[in-house]
């Protein structure tokens, strides 16, 4: 297997002024469409259709989106524009609630502006150009950081594993290689067998569209099968690892994600296996205490009505449609971040974590990491 | 709310020579079609493509199955044709080989052909008369079996249940008015403002075309979820008890249904909600020592990577599709039976069951039943 690039959810084109280029998913696997978006409208609503999506590619979009705020903004003058920014900014940050990395993008390019605002007179670049610069920093280190989530977690798997994951938290849910996936190209990389068992994800289907075809695509063997075959696939002793990214993670280490993600992590308890979570620092928000003060974002019930666009369910009948679930941190046998895994995370290990400090010792993060999930 | 009548599944039409009507499952809710079969073969494609599914309802279409094939066989001579009866049934009875009752009903037949030969001449009606009176006697002993699964289910529920369902086990996957529905119909026949939350059941969305059409018909409020919100919305509290029906139960309790039951008989037993099975007691297969005993159909991966009819997984992606998966019987609060309500049922409390005695004492069923669940 010679396995191609990794594909690219988002890119920047030219300088300021500059446009937006986000792949489509919406219409993946059948037709690769980049959008190009160069207002902050257009984007919000690209992002609530899920057009792009995944927590950490949230937060590149946000913080590119809160550029083209600025770049519609550089012929005001100086004393007004700052506000007008965080106007647009609050917006934009606002397209969904659940993922805490798209507002965290965004205040990201607004922390920048208002320390410009404070300084004397515009960079020599500009004011736009100096914000770019500042967006493409954040989205160069998600992808350092999705490379060292990647190689944490691989450090914890066997030589020949099996992976399950649900929904996508892969290169197309970053500005990098992933997060959960990251982990299985890091294996793969480091020349273990790695295979993956993909729930389809529904009601958008983005284990059976996107992840699919993204590790199809790497040359990394995976089979599809519904959601609620996971008890079943558990049960039958072919999953060495359940491995999925995040939306937000609280100070106590709840964990929200992709609707359906908490029964896998029931299941794999159940029956012994170890339940990953895969994020960066970035995902977890200390201002939530717990998994109960995470908002889960409601989604049209025409998603659970549909399938692949076409309508099955009678006329008239109600649906329930959370997008995200809370997986309590018990259930959790790791996080893996960038900044080292953490086992068994509570409130304390997830303080430490954020502190830079390993949680229960002195050792460097490094040191704690194992080297087999056994 | 005037509930119409219940669907039916499958009737005989005329007396011999006749025609079984098959309501085509597949074709639901969009359209109401009968298919009309007077052969084996057209039956059984018909139920292995899902047309007639339900392990009742199989049961009823093996034994009108068995007489369509002696119908056929009325001018044969009496000394061939119960061996070709036994070909045509043995044909019939391996279309699909999870649920117990297809055969079961197949063979209730057999054993009337099997008697009537031994007898010396034909009886007044005609040997394949005659059978067919056994079918419709079968058929109506379904029906009497439905209702009293119902009444025993309901007395354990609460007087405002709301109940979580799987896949489609009603009157379309019956010859009567279902069995885990059947508990929903006889809970609202005894005045209980009953509702209903009904996995969409991937991949063939029973839940969402069978069991949404069939609550919407008979009045009972329905809301829709995907399978992997279930886990979502046990934590939510929203759920007083699941109830799902059976295709097959071993002699020690384990239970093979649908494809995600066993996920929701974990997820219950985590939150405390009672996990209720209902099936008539021909579902119970003393030959089969456990659930690693029972046959699990692996149907066509197509299933996994369509959804109403499009596809939208990529092109040489491979799916994995059990059409069941077992529940241990650890995890069954009871098993409701026409026969009365078995609490954690067991090896020694299903022999008793099926000897006609209450388990764990003399008295008699009904006294068993609790009336609230708690």
């Known amino acids: 297997v010679n396995p191609g690039p990794l594909p690219s959810a988002l890119e920047w084109e030219g300088g300021i002024p500059g446009t937006l280029l986000l792949l489509d998913q919406t219409l993946l696997p059948d037709e690769e469409r980049r959008l190009r978006i160069d207002r902050v409208a257009p984007l919000i609503e690209a992002i609530q259709r899920l057009a792009v999506r995944g927590a950490p590619a949230l937060g590149c979009a946000g913080a590119y989106g809160a550029v083209l705020a600025a770049q519609s903004l550089q012929g005001e003058p100086a004393s007004s524009r700052l506000a007008r920014l965080e106007e647009s900014a609050a917006r934009l940050a606002a397209a969904r609630p659940t993922a805490v990395n798209l507002a965290r993008g965004v205040e990201r390019i607004l922390v920048r502006a208002r320390a410009l605002s404070a300084a004397a007179g515009d960079p020599p670049g500009g004011w736009a150009r100096e914000l770019l610069d500042e967006a493409r920093a954040f989205h160069r280190e998600d992808e350092v950081t999705c490379r060292a989530i990647g190689r944490n977690g691989a450090a914890l798997l066997s030589e020949r594993p099996a992976i399950l994951t649900h929904c996508n938290a892969g290169a197309l849910a970053t500005g990098g290689a992933g ?15 790695v295979s993956v068992f993909a729930n389809e994800t529904r009601p958008l289907l983005q284990g059976a569209r996107l992840t699919a075809w993204e590790l199809q695509r790497a040359g990394i063997p995976v089979t599809l099968e519904v959601d609620a075959a996971a008890g079943a696939l558990l049960a039958s002793g072919r999953v060495d690892a359940v491995v999925v990214g995040a939306d937000r993670i609280a100070a106590n280490g709840d964990v929200a994600n992709k609707i359906g993600t908490y029964p896998l992590a029931v299941l794999a308890r159940e029956h012994g296996v170890p339940f990953y979570v895969a994020a960066p620092l970035t995902t977890i928000d200390a201002t939530c205490p717990d998994g109960g003060a ?4 409601q989604r049209p019930p025409e998603e ?3 399938a692949a666009g076409r309508r099955f369910a009678p006329p008239g009948v109600p649906a329930w449609n959370p997008a995200f679930d809370v997986t309590p941190a018990r259930l ?3 996080l893996i971040t960038e900044a080292g895994v953490v086992r068994a995370p509570d409130r304390a290990a997830i303080a430490a974590l954020l502190a830079g400090r390993p949680a229960g010792g002195p050792a460097p993060l490094a040191r704690q990491t194992p080297t087999s999930s056994g």
């Not at 990251?182 to 020349?191: E, I, K």
Request: glycine residues 4%; proline residues 4%; without cysteine.
């Open 179 to 193: 997060t959960a996936l990251a982990v299985v190209y890091a294996a793969r990389d480091s020349g273990r067998q």
């Open 304 to 306: 659970v009505l549909e």
């Open 332 to 334: 959790v046998t790791a």
């Open 294 to 297: 995470i908002p889960v974002e």
